[in-house]
């Protein structure tokens, strides 16, 4: 039993650093594996509910105009079973962008519901 959970703990560990990964490397088509059938999203201005293939345009989109040059998580809570959230600063040649997306865990994966990009301001 013991075993199991720790596995879990390091499994939920993993997907962050792997979405962390995947937006280091603008990687929208490993990233969008990540999201859930539809995803809440905030990017800079614009928010709306989308669907998996959708989000991945627009963040294709996005990380095409700001590629990013290094990308550190801020904040990660990853102590609740069902519920993950985590903020990272990500550097782009231009700008700086705080995201941060929450994963919720169905059927014992967890995946992106929500997800943000958000400009820092006084950089």
């Known amino acids: 039993m ?16 792997d979405i962390s ?13 990540y999201f859930s059938s539809t995803v809440s999203m905030t990017l800079v201005n614009d928010e709306g509910i989308y669907s998996r293939v959708q989000a991945e345009i627009i963040l294709r989109d996005f990380f ?12 990660r809570l990853d102590s609740n079973p069902n519920f993950r959230y985590v903020v ?10 705080r995201v941060s997306y929450k994963l919720t865990n169905n059927d014992n994966e967890f ?9 820092v301001f006084g950089n």
């Open 111 to 119: 995946k992106v519901t929500e997800f943000r990009i958000e400009p």
């Open 88 to 97: 990272l600063n990500l550097e782009t040649a231009k700008d700086t962008y």
């Open 2 to 17: 013991c075993l199991f959970v720790m596995t879990g703990t390091a499994h939920a560990n993993d997907v962050i650093d």
């Open 21 to 33: 990964s995947c937006i280091k490397g603008a990687n929208t088509k490993e990233l969008s594996k």
């Open 64 to 75: 095409s105009r700001n590629p990013p040059t290094n990308v550190k998580i801020s904040h």
